[in-house]
């Protein structure tokens, strides 16, 4: 039987200040109705999906004990099964291996944003530093295969990209991209303004129309893209004045045009205070609803949700105490999610974080036992998961690293990356823990991205340093 082909792809960038752009909007929305600027129509709550879980041991757990105060009982995980996944005994029945060694690519700084349709696949990158002899900075198109080779760079636009929340998606013939910039502005706070990007383009790299601004108001950043029936959902954060911030969502038709007048889902002071900065997280696809994660942030760090439905009445804030819809794979009629989560004791506030695991149906319930993926490690941190549908059975990939750059602010990470194959249904491990290293004399390995091609995989993740960047490659294989 041949192997499967894991190419991976890592790119770089300083992450201390970024999410898992890949993780919000690999999960397919269904067709909607067609959209009215975003207002709700009539009808009751959300339906439930179908429940049940993979899980066979506590899947009846009660997950109101896991509830904190404030926090909605119906969307909070059960507590984990006491031995992590990757602890347990287990019946290994794939074989992945590193058939090529990770290696530089020498591209320089940049983010990238891996999509891939129809056996194809694509690297949008925003390069953000001109050197001497190189390229101008701004955002390019080309073409990546399963060996991680890329072809030409096309220039999409020459600007300077203000961030790498840089999001792609394609539907038919069609790529649409979205990503923040920022030029002088006096008028602006901080001398500053910052606005979004939208462009189109066909599988060639072409520009269907010139790149425009989905709003024009200014001070918008941190863009999420996903595709819906019938045009896409966008998500962002916007600062009108230098005390405010707003998370801010918007329907658009299959041109990119918006449709209606962005809703505010959440707002708080731009300081940190009695309403601290708000910040979206992620957009996710269940079904036909929307779920959007934010993030409100002070001495504390508050989690919620907002389900969007284009047929129903929306809900309010839902409090999730935790990030629960980090990564979202779409199985069946459930979703299956991965999500880090912060150990904390005696000496120990903030430095372990482990992956956890669990089920939920399509309106974002709660189902069944969850896992956490490993063993706590004082001051290790598991992040950045990242799910592949490998058919009967699921590939997660994820970063590991010290704590320490995160609690000095300006140090240079070490992190490297893990991957494995579980059973679609039970969750238990079908292949040993694949690592990969950097070959760098510094950095670390973040933000995956994972596609794929047909009998080909492919990733995508960031090498992280502290304020540069540059890419490499390498091959995995995975046998049945």
């Not at 752009?21 to 009215?36: E, H, T």
């Not at 579980?422 to 670390?444: H, I, R, Y």
């Not at 340093?465 to 390498?474: L, Q």
């Amino acid at each position: 039987m041949s192997g499967t082909l894991l190419a991976v792809m890592l790119l770089a960038g300083c992450g201390k200040h970024r999410g898992n752009p890949g993780a919000d909007a690999n999960v397919g929305l269904g067709g909607a109705a067609a959209r009215d600027g975003g207002a709700s129509g009539t009808g009751g709550a959300p339906e439930a999906g179908t429940s049940g879980s993979g899980a066979s041991d506590g899947a009846d757990a009660d997950a109101s004990a896991n509830v904190g105060p404030g926090l909605d009982p119906a969307f909070q995980p059960a507590p984990p099964e006491a031995i992590p996944l990757l602890e347990r005994p287990s019946d290994i029945t794939r074989r992945c291996s590193v058939s090529r060694a990770p290696s530089l690519l020498g591209t320089g700084p940049w983010y990238g944003r891996l999509v891939a349709a129809d056996g194809a696949a694509w690297l949008l990158r925003s390069k953000f530093y001109r050197g001497v002899d190189d390229p101008p900075f701004g955002v390019f198109w080309s073409t990546i295969d399963a060996a991680g080779v890329l072809g030409a760079p096309q220039l999409v636009l020459e600007e300077y990209p203000l961030n790498p929340h840089l999001n792609a998606v394609v539907v038919g013939d069609r790529m649409t991209i979205a990503w923040g910039h920022a030029y002088l502005d006096d008028s602006q706070p901080y001398g500053t303004a910052k606005e979004i990007l939208l462009a189109q383009l066909d599988r060639t790299g072409a520009l269907l129309a010139p790149p425009r601004l989905v709003t024009g108001s200014g001070n918008e950043t941190s863009p999420f893209l996903v595709a819906t029936g019938d045009g896409y959902a966008l998500l962002w954060a916007q600062n009108d004045e230098a005390t405010i911030s707003q998370v801010r969502f918007a329907w658009l038709d299959a041109d990119g045009t918006m449709l209606g007048v962005p809703r505010v889902l959440a707002e708080g002071d731009s300081r940190v205070g009695p309403l601290a900065p708000v910040s979206p997280l992620s957009l996710t696809a269940l079904g036909e609803r929307l779920l959007v994660t934010y993030g409100r942030y002070g001495d504390d760090q508050d989690i919620s949700s907002v389900l969007l439905d284009p047929e129903a009445d929306d809900t309010g804030p839902i409090a999730l105490g935790e990030p629960h819809f980090n990564s979202v794979l779409k199985r069946g009629d459930r979703l299956l999610s991965a999500w880090p989560v912060t150990h904390t004791g005696a000496g120990d506030p903030t430095r372990t974080t482990t992956l956890r695991i669990g089920w939920f149906d399509t309106g974002g319930r709660a189902l069944g036992a969850t896992y956490d993926l490993q063993a706590a490690v004082f001051e290790r941190r598991n992040v950045d998961p990242a799910w592949l549908d490998l058919g009967d059975d699921v590939g997660l990939i994820w970063s590991e690293g010290s704590a320490t750059p995160i609690l000095c602010g300006g140090c240079t990470p070490d992190n490297r990356l893990h991957f494995v194959v579980l059973d679609g249904e039970t969750l238990s491990p079908k292949s040993a823990v694949l690592t990969l290293n950097n070959p760098a004399t510094t950095g670390g390995l973040e933000n995956p991205q994972i596609v794929s091609l047909g009998p080909d995989l492919l990733v995508v993740a960031d090498v992280e340093y502290h304020t540069s960047a540059e890419g490499m490659s390498a091959t995995l294989q995975c046998e049945p």
